[in-house]
């Protein structure tokens, strides 16, 4: 059922893959009428996140966060669809790296440094992979969790290779990356994940206690790779900034639990400025600590 499904789809898919931008958005505005208003779709959880990660906000606020929240969800899923098509040219138009950003990992390649990328759910930030690996001289991978219906995800992995860029699934992540020692390269991890209560690290982050997975640090402390933040801002419809800052240089120099809680506090800051564009219908808060965590 689920190969006739994605054969049903697949012309669809690309229809929307081969779209002009702007019937692209059009076609996004009329699923956010449908996503909002006549499906609701996770609309409870929006909306109970929102008031508990900004309290301070009143209800009419948080409402206008959650419209420009699933009005941002439309255009990026669409968008997504798009990087079938893309160009080299319009991909580095419209999700763009700063001079800055781009100045960090050509002076990392420079000295044959590799580096652990920590992001999170924010911004386009599938479009900034496409772009790191058409602008960067560095390998990128990215770990990434495997669909189950292997049709569609075949599908996210040409969307997310075309431009050079390689996967790496989440459950082989440090023997890959063993394995890819010897190499210039670039490491992507989305840090907002919702680890297991017993193997993660307890951070407030939005005025929550949250589970945060403590992988991303000790794969940094274990290859002694520097830890770069990458931030996707969204400069209008269709159009990304990407900056980066060198959050570590020297991983095993830090105590246990430290980048952790430094990655995260700068995608907290990230999501202050910008709270729309963070994916807010994925139930983030859904573990809670047990006595013994």
Known sequence: ??????????????????????????LADVMYVLLYYVLSYRKKVVMANLRASFPEK??????????????????????????????????????????ETVALFNKLSAENKSAVLVMGH?????WAGNTFSILCQQQLYVIYHPLGNKHFNNLMYRMRTRFGTKLIAMQDTFREM??????????AFIADQ???????????????????????EKIAQKMNSPVVYVSVIK??????????????????AENEGTITVLHTRKLEEDIIAQPAT????????????TQAA
């Open 278 to 289: 963070w994916l807010w219908s994925h139930r983030r808060w859904k573990h809670k600590r």
């Open 194 to 216: 919702s680890p297991q209560p017993s193997t993660a690290q307890w951070v407030q982050f939005l005025h929550q206690d949250t589970p945060v997975s403590k992988g991303t």
């Open 178 to 187: 063993v394995k890819n020692r010897h190499e210039v390269n670039a490491t």
């Open 235 to 252: 400069e209008k419809r269709g159009y990304y900034r990407v900056e980066a800052k060198m959050l570590i240089e020297n991983p095993t």
């Open 122 to 126: 924010k911004g386009n930030w599938e």
């Open 1 to 26: 059922m689920s190969t006739v499904i994605y054969y049903c789809l697949q012309p669809v898919i690309y229809g929307i893959a081969i779209l002009p931008f702007r019937l692209l958005y059009l």
């Open 58 to 99: 009143s209800e009419q606020e948080l409402k206008r966060i959650g419209k420009d929240f699933y009005h941002y969800l439309c255009d990026m899923f669409l968008e997504t669809f798009k990087t079938l098509t893309i160009s080299k040219e319009t991909m580095l138009k419209r999700c763009r790296f700063t001079p």
